[in-house]
């Protein structure tokens, strides 16, 4: 008989999972990264030197971790790590200079009051069990408890079904950006702003 494993799910990163968390995160967003850092094998290794592991929550089948989803504060974020100095000193100047621009174009700064939530990774293995929305639904829970008056993100044109699980957890679209014209170049021609308004839903 097949018994369904228990996540657990917890804030914070461990240190010796930085590598473990470098390729999930990889797995979810390299498609996007690749256009900043086209070698699989750099992209993780900077991801496992610059994790800030107080600005994630975690899910674990067992002692291994399966998902994660980072977020970002006015005290800094999972991916606050990544510099433009952190990229020249890895990838030399003119890749460095072209990944930093790159990354420049999805860097979003939270307001006074909000968390900006850097995305959601679970395992290919551990996909359909409902544990990004148990990540998401931590990551609102958390946002409440810590006096957050909202919760923003951004969700790409090529990833209606994120929208939709957005949309039925309370976010509401506040924004759509187009730009077909960069297509080619970014692999998506638009996104969604959404925000999610503690106030509103817990009054």
Known sequence: MYQEEIVKYEIGLKEREFSRAARLYDEA??????????????????????????????????????????????????????????????????????????????????????????????????????????????????????GFKSVRLDVIDTNPGAQRLYERSGFIPVQVDSFPYLRWLLGYGGSTMMVYHIADVTS
Request: proline content about 3%; charged content about 20%; hydrophobic content about 40%.
């Open 29 to 146: 967003f390299g498609n996007l990264l690749k256009l900043a850092i086209p070698s699989q094998s750099d992209r993780v290794a900077l991801f496992e030197t610059t994790f800030f592991e107080h600005f994630a929550l975690s899910a674990h089948s067992g002692s291994e971790l399966v998902g994660i989803a980072g977020f970002h504060t006015p005290d800094g974020a999972l991916t606050g790590g990544i510099s433009a100095n952190r990229l020249l000193d890895r990838l030399g100047i003119i890749h460095g200079i072209w990944a930093t621009a790159i990354f420049c174009l999805y860097e979003r700064r939270p307001q006074t009051g909000e968390l900006v939530m850097d995305g959601i990774a679970v395992h290919k293995d551990y996909r359909g069990r409902g544990i990004g929305s148990h990540l998401l639904n931590d990551i609102l829970n958390y946002a409440r408890e810590k």
